[in-house]
């Protein structure tokens, strides 16, 4: 879903960023002639026609026992549209997710509650100076909500962006174990460990924003192994990837 109130160095939707339409232009060169092609990042789609994916979809969902998962960007910017799509889901008997950066008020998330079974739940950064500094927020609500969450017994995975330089120092991930560590509970179900990647790095260009991640390596296997190890420490699963 379009639209995000953050900013993150390293986001590799900054297509999503924008609740607005907007239209993307690319400029390639073949031999000395150069084409532009545009294309409109964002579309409008109505709860009804989400149902109607889906419902075409059943069989294989329904196999895989899968679900539907609300992203972005962030999904809480359009809390009223999620509400309403989550519980039409929900009335068909789907498993639902919402993809969240927490950064959104505790009302919002009240509202969507009953209907998500699932909230697949971002920490960035321990530190609320560097969180700010990286994603244009404070963390204080996002603890707040994951806090809040848990009391009221949703079920939680936590999703920790890697990134070296960032957020990968060894005070940094103290603090994240320490929180995890306190938070530790039942519904509290896992950890992803996401390692950073450039694969944005072209939309950047198609969209005239500037990439402050030029100069960041993604971590290696090796390095991501050793954080799942740290990590563990936590007695709470840990995985590596989405
Ligand atoms: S929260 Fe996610 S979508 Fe929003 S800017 Fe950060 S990485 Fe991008």
Redesign the pocket.
Known sequence: MKG?P???W??H?PE??SPEQEIVTEIRKIGETEFTTQELAGKYYSARDILEILEKERIFIEHSHGGVTFS???PLMQTDFLLEALAACKSKGYHTAVDT?GYSSELNFRSVMPYTDLFLY?IKHPDESRHFEY?GVSNTLIISNLRMLLREGKNIFIRIPVIPGKNDDPESLEGMKKMFSELKCDNLKQISLLPFHRTGKAKYRKLHLHYRMEETAQPSVVRMKELKEFFEGTGIKVRIGA
């Open positions: 995000c953050l900013s993150c390293w986001c939707n999503g960023i972005g960007g962030e950066s971002d994603t």
